[in-house]
């Protein structure tokens, strides 16, 4: 029974520490400001530095900026040279990778207000060698996480439910010292991270 209580204070530890590091953040949004024949407007607020990029439906990268401004980020697209068709701006900071939906018909271009998808990034927080994972996994997918040593060989590999927050705990103050390897899997994405356990 005390090994069951000890393991659930320890879970809910770590999803409250998920919760508190993707709330500390500031969330970006974007604001259409307007759309002029294959011209668009937009502003994102609570961000100072972002990249941006433009993707046709193959995944084909068109155009890649990083902007930085000590105010919210406004931006204009000229889109005349692109055939009709959909394409995606994807918007990236150090915390969410959000996907809009750009439809170029015409004359005219029409970039979606909301996200069609939102990708928290995992956090890792390191003390000491014992690593904490905290996934905030909003389209509840499977998260696969596998770890890997300094060598490259994997030593760790589970795949955890479709749950809304993934945490777990790696202790690697007993294994080897050296540089340690997550590849974070989820909602199509993957994430990699390495640690130190000295």
Same mark, same amino acid.
Do not use: C, W
């Given at each position: &029974? ?8 320890? #879970?809910?530890?770590?999803?409250l520490t998920a919760v508190q590091a993707h709330a ?64 995606? #701006?994807?918007a990236e900071d150090d915390h969410k990778i959000s ?47 596998? #770890? ?20 777990? &705990? ?21 994430? &990699? ?6």
């Amino acid at each position: &029974m005390k090994k069951i209580l000890k393991f659930s204070l320890v #879970l809910a530890a770590v999803v409250l520490t998920a919760v508190q590091a993707h709330a500390g953040n500031a969330d970006f949004s974007l604001d259409l400001i307007k759309e002029e024949g294959k011209t668009v407007s937009f502003s994102l607020k609570e961000i100072k530095k972002i990249d941006l990029s433009i993707y046709d439906i193959n995944d084909s990268l068109i155009y890649q900026e990083k902007v930085t401004s000590e105010e919210n980020i406004n931006r204009t697209y000229d889109l005349t040279a692109l055939p009709d068709g959909i394409y995606f #701006l994807k918007a990236e900071d150090d915390h969410k990778i959000s996907k809009y939906k750009i439809e170029v018909v015409g004359n005219t271009a029409k970039l979606s207000a909301d996200a069609i998808s939102e990708v928290y990034k995992p956090v890792l927080v390191n003390k000491n060698g014992i690593v904490t994972v905290n996934i905030l996994n909003l389209e509840k997918t499977p998260v696969t996480v596998v #770890l890997y040593d300094s060598n490259q060989a994997e030593v760790y590999n589970e795949t955890f439910e479709a749950d809304l927050y993934v945490g777990k &705990m790696f202790d690697l103050t007993a294994a080897q010292n050296g540089k340690y390897t997550f590849e974070i899997t989820y909602n199509g994405k993957t994430f &990699m991270e390495t640690v130190s356990n000295k």
